[in-house]
């Protein structure tokens, strides 16, 4: 993180417009809606070539890690023109999960640690993430939200772990999981015996979840106290993934204008009658708000500045919903065929759905802004998720 600016910097620089040129490029090329359906539909929703371009030919998995430790030494603001563009694709990758989340986690680990044997453990993990060949992922339920108490639902035995832990994203994917433990956290290798990843059945096919359940697994231990480590990377998660949620609402958009542009009745456009237009008009303010809320978030983690907390808090409350909104009017705007399967309109609705309880609810962040600010949080009449 660099030193904390006066005022946030909402605008994209040259080299983030060229970084998102070439993520939208690969991504065109290799991940279009119908490739994205075709593996939602097997059993292998990850494309490991499409990954490893992304991972390593890019080096986009350690675009958060230092330099000195195997890393590209960008910022939070590289990386969520990443997620936007990933959102736009609705693309299954474990980006948000490994190369955000669980790279900030173990930043946390080697700057909780530095000096310490258990360091040597973290920042060698921390260079094989950001070489893209090895997939790490925080075992905790994706709907744990960040300043919250974090999950110990795993038990530790002198290194030997046992626990059952819940609805973990993309835990089929990785090679090593991150454990949050009574006594510290832990580096379980994800194949290693007494380990079991059981996929469960998810909302949104493009981001699957899985239990993981650990008994007598042996685990290097990163540092003797998971919290701070786990809240920094939750914390980043929430924040980057808001500008997920806006690279899906401004695809949805444009493809609710393009649509409707095109598709005629009556010898005119349907998008030329007036009560469609005002629906895609107010969809564009929102949209536009998302993205000064999502590039808020970004900068201030970038920054280190003191604000982030709040950043995040405000980008989740409104980009979650923003996202749910723009996938639904982009269903219903394109009337029949929006309520297909071969369209793609669905899996952006169940990506905006899942990402509205991932990492904290709606609700859950509109508490936290309050009580950062120091007003009352909202009663228990808000329509929120909690």
Request: with cysteine; glycine share 10%.
């Amino acid at each position: 993180m660099t030193a904390q600016t006066a005022q946030p910097d909402l605008l994209y620089s040259e080299a983030e417009d060229d970084l998102r040129a070439a993520v939208r490029s690969l991504l065109a090329d290799r991940c279009d809606a119908a490739a994205v359906l075709t593996r939602a539909e097997s059993d292998t929703p990850y494309d490991p070539r499409l990954w490893a371009s992304l991972a390593t030919e890019m080096g986009l998995a350690g675009l958060l890690v230092p330099e000195k430790l195997g890393g590209q030494g960008a910022s939070h603001r590289e990386a969520a023109v990443v997620l936007e563009e990933l959102g736009r694709s609705v693309a299954p990758t474990p980006y948000l999960t490994g190369a955000v989340v669980a790279a900030e986690t173990l930043l946390g680990c080697v700057t909780e640690n530095a000096g310490s044997p258990e360091n040597a453990a973290a920042t060698e993990l921390l260079g094989a993430l950001a070489g893209g060949g090895t997939v790490v992922v925080l075992a905790v339920p994706l709907s744990t939200a960040p300043g919250g108490e974090v999950p110990r639902a795993v038990r530790a035995d002198d290194g030997s772990l046992g626990g059952r832990i819940a609805a973990v994203a993309d835990a089929a994917a990785a090679k090593v999981l991150l454990v949050p433990a009574e006594d510290g956290l832990y580096a379980v290798e994800a194949g290693a015996p007494g380990v079991t990843v059981e996929s469960l059945t998810p909302f949104d096919l493009t981001r699957p979840l899985a239990t993981v359940t650990l008994d007598g697994a042996q685990g290097r231990r990163l540092t003797g106290s998971a919290a701070a480590p786990v809240r920094r990377g939750l914390l980043a998660g929430a924040g980057l993934l808001a500008s997920e949620q806006l690279g899906l609402a401004e695809w949805c958009l444009e493809e609710v204008v393009r649509y409707t542009r095109d598709r005629k009745q009556f010898n005119r456009p349907v998008g030329s009658f007036q009560a469609l237009k005002h629906r895609m008009a107010q969809l564009w303010l929102e949209v536009v708000s998302a993205r000064a809320a999502a590039r808020n978030a970004a900068d201030a983690l970038a920054t280190g500045s003191a604000d982030a907390p709040l950043a995040v808090a405000v980008a989740q409350t409104y980009c979650s919903r923003v996202a749910v909104h723009a996938a639904e009017e982009c269903v219903q705007l394109h009337g029949g065929i929006g309520m297909t399967w071969e369209h793609p309109a669905h899996l952006y609705l169940k990506r905006a759905k899942a990402d509205s309880i991932a990492l904290g609810a709606p609700g859950r962040h509109t508490d936290a802004v309050a009580e950062l600010v120091g007003l009352p949080a909202p009663g228990q009449g808000s329509d929120l998720p909690r």
